[in-house]
């Protein structure tokens, strides 16, 4: 069993910048591969950035740029930077461990970009 916590998401302005992390516990061991995803009121659940065990980074389109995924091994933490926040990134932000067996999500964070 792997359990995921996210934090770090609030209220910005448009132009401002939040740092969300998402820590990992128990059976980290058999994560392949971390993502962030994201779902706004009344929209699907969309990928936003995805990190390896080996480090390799992929990024939506709407993300490159202004968000950065990285992670800290020793802290089981993967953390999502986000830059030049736009409003059109409101949204629940979730946190996934894509593993052998069941992939594992968190409960999310909720991010909020004022105009």
């Known amino acids: 069993q792997v359990q995921l916590v996210e934090s770090g998401g609030g209220l910005v302005q448009a132009g401002g910048s939040l740092r969300l992390s998402c820590v990992s516990s128990?059976?980290?061991?058999?994560?392949?591969?971390t993502e962030w995803y994201r779902q706004a009121p009344g929209k699907q659940r969309e990928l936003v950035a995805g990190i390896s065990t080996s480090g390799t980074t992929t990024y939506a389109d709407s993300a490159k740029g202004r968000f950065t995924i990285s992670r800290d091994t020793v802290k089981n933490t993967v953390y999502l930077q986000m830059n030049s926040l736009k409003p059109e990134d409101t949204a629940v932000y979730y946190c996934?461990?894509?593993?052998?067996?069941?992939?594992?999500w968190g409960q999310g964070t909720q991010v909020t970009v004022s105009s």
């Open positions: 128990g059976n980290t061991f058999s994560i392949i591969r």
């Open positions: 996934k461990a894509v593993k052998l067996g069941t992939d594992a």
